[in-house]
């Protein structure tokens, strides 16, 4: 077990002091390797969430993450617990947060597994620098991609700009490392350090709670975590790959919380799938790999977002600039987020994500591309709403994945894909069970008529990208 960054510290100052482990997006005891390191150190461990809503660049979190965060605590707080140890809670800046915390708990060290964001990786490497100069040991490590976004790199040196071959690249190496486990005990370093009162964070919605439809699709949490995926690997292994687009058949892993949190490692879902795998031949075979593609594709969106920090904002394609936004018809928009644009398949994603904080992939894929290309609606508005409401809101892999919706993004297709939502209802939702679920006024004079002609508004955002194509 050993960190990346090298330590070219003076001897420890305190080498018997308690190891400090800053949890963030990992809130996981189970393969979590500055967890591990700690345990090897052999000394007791104060378990931390820091919750920063201060330092600059760090991107506030949306409604639907804060609702999931405060539940995740409350349950990681049981589980280690359980083993006898403690999550201590504090809020604040983080750099000055973990050095006073390292004061008052006289750690000798402190581990954490790494963020890739632009901010989160400065903020942490300037508080490497002050823990080192200091005396304390700090490392961090590779704890929420299989691969690091460095060592994945073209024959020229450069970055992958394409999923297929990055994805080759990955798994042409070594396969990713095998889980740890969890420890078996833990001991809490100090029990009167202070700790927030989690209720006081607010993280909870109370006026009006709107959290009702979350409760009863979720329940975060490490072994909610475990449970779901060897459900997934029992029920819906085989027919992942043909049924993965049918909204209405619930066969993907609903996994995508539990990784943006830290609940499950890819590490875990890599290797028991492996295993799965072995004993699969045929078409269950092939959708085995396409699920662990799938999770490729986030591995992907963290490489982007990597070498492209400002993916939330900035077109990938700066071609894409030119893109002729008309002004903001904000009725359009709020039509949009309420699932009221006489659409079917838009308007049953819109309220699926407000009700239960998710929306099947498919569906993610029709809705967004409607907002752009035939509301025009700038894909970064789109995005914003997606991040406020949805469970899984990534820094990577939402914006990576609205770019790649509105053809701004890596991996762009050759041409301006305009999805038609009606054909991708017939096509994904033929005997529309999954569009009565959400709304069950289809079909009756109280559904609203279409808010725009969509060959019309297609024929508009085929023309805009004209300019696009001319501005290259
Ligand atoms: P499964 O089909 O079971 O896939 C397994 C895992 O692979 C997922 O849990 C997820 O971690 C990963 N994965 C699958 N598809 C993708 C993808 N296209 N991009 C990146 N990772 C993927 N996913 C997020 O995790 N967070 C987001 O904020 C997010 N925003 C999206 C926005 C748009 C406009 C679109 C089109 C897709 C977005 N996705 C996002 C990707 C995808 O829709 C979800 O990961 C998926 O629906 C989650 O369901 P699941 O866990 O059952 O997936």
């Known amino acids: 077990m050993s960190g990346t960054e090298a330590a070219a510290e003076p001897g420890p100052a305190r080498p018997d002091?308690?190891?400090?482990?800053?949890?963030?997006?990992?809130?996981?005891?189970?393969?979590?390797?500055?967890?591990?390191?700690?345990?090897?150190?052999?000394?007791?461990?104060?378990?931390?969430?820091?919750l920063d809503e201060v330092s600059p660049g760090i991107r506030p979190l949306g409604g639907a993450s804060r609702w999931w965060l405060h539940q995740s605590l409350v349950s990681l707080a049981a589980d280690a617990a359980a083993l006898g140890g403690r999550l201590v809670l504090r809020r604040g800046a983080a750099e000055?947060?973990?050095?006073?915390?390292?004061?008052?708990?006289?750690?000798?060290?402190?581990?954490?597994?790494?963020?890739?964001?632009?901010?989160?990786?400065?903020?942490?490497?300037?508080?490497?620098?002050?823990?080192?100069?200091?005396?304390?040991?700090?490392?961090?490590?590779?704890?929420?991609?299989?691969?690091?976004?460095?060592?994945?790199?073209?024959?020229?040196?450069?970055?992958?700009?394409?999923?297929?071959?990055?994805?080759?690249?990955?798994?042409?190496?070594?396969?990713?490392?095998?889980?740890?486990?969890?420890?078996?005990?833990?001991?809490?370093?100090?029990?009167?350090?202070?700790?927030?009162?989690?209720?006081?964070?607010?993280?909870?919605?109370?006026?009006?709670?709107w959290a009702g439809g979350l409760r009863e699709a979720w329940t975060p949490g490490e072994s909610a975590a475990q449970e779901l995926l060897a459900d997934f690997l029992d029920e819906s292994l085989p027919t992942y790959g043909t049924e993965r687009d049918l909204p209405a058949q619930q066969v993907t892993s609903r996994l995508s919380p539990y990784l943006r949190w830290g609940q499950i490692s890819p590490h875990q879902i890599w290797h028991t799938t492996d295993v799965a795998r072995r004993g699969l031949t045929g078409a269950a075979a092939t959708s085995a790999t396409r699920f662990l593609t799938e999770v490729g594709w986030r591995e992907f969106a963290h490489h982007v977002l990597f070498h492209a920090p400002d993916l939330a904002t900035v077109n990938l394609r700066p071609g894409f600039d030119a893109f002729p936004w008309p002004p903001l018809d904000v009725r359009a928009l709020a039509a949009w987020q309420q699932g009221r644009t006489g659409i079917r398949l838009v308007d049953a994603g819109m309220r699926e994500l407000w009700r239960t904080g998710t929306m099947h992939n498919?569906?993610?894929?029709?809705?967004?591309?409607?907002?752009?290309?035939?509301?025009?609606?700038?894909?970064?508005?789109g995005e914003q709403w997606f991040w406020d409401t949805l469970v899984d809101a990534d820094q990577a892999s939402n914006p990576f994945n609205w770019q790649w919706v509105a053809g701004s993004g890596a991996d762009a297709a050759p041409y301006f894909r305009v999805f038609n939502p009606e054909l991708q209802a017939t096509k994904f939702d033929p005997h529309n069970e999954y569009v009565r679920q959400y709304v069950p006024e289809w079909g009756t004079d109280a559904y609203p008529a279409p808010i725009v002609d969509l060959g019309e508004t297609r024929r508009a955002a085929l023309a805009a990208y004209e300019q696009v194509k001319s501005a290259r």
């Open 362 to 381: 498919r569906v993610r894929m029709v809705t967004a591309s409607f907002l752009i290309k035939n509301l025009l609606i700038d894909w970064r508005l």
């Open 17 to 50: 002091g308690p190891s400090l482990v800053w949890l963030r997006d990992d809130l996981r005891l189970g393969d979590n390797p500055a967890l591990t390191a700690a345990v090897e150190r052999g000394r007791p461990i104060t378990l931390l969430y820091l």
């Open 96 to 209: 000055a947060m973990i050095g006073e915390l390292v004061e008052e708990l006289g750690a000798g060290a402190v581990f954490w597994n790494r963020r890739y964001g632009a901010a989160e990786r400065e903020l942490d490497t300037r508080i490497k620098t002050s823990l080192t100069d200091a005396g304390v040991v700090a490392h961090s490590f590779a704890g929420s991609l299989l691969f690091e976004p460095w060592t994945i790199r073209t024959g020229g040196g450069t970055p992958y700009t394409v999923f297929t071959p990055f994805w080759r690249a990955c798994t042409s190496g070594p396969p990713p490392r095998a889980p740890y486990p969890a420890p078996a005990e833990l001991s809490d370093a100090d029990p009167d350090l202070d700790s927030d009162d989690l209720p006081s964070w607010e993280l909870e919605p109370s006026r009006p709670d």
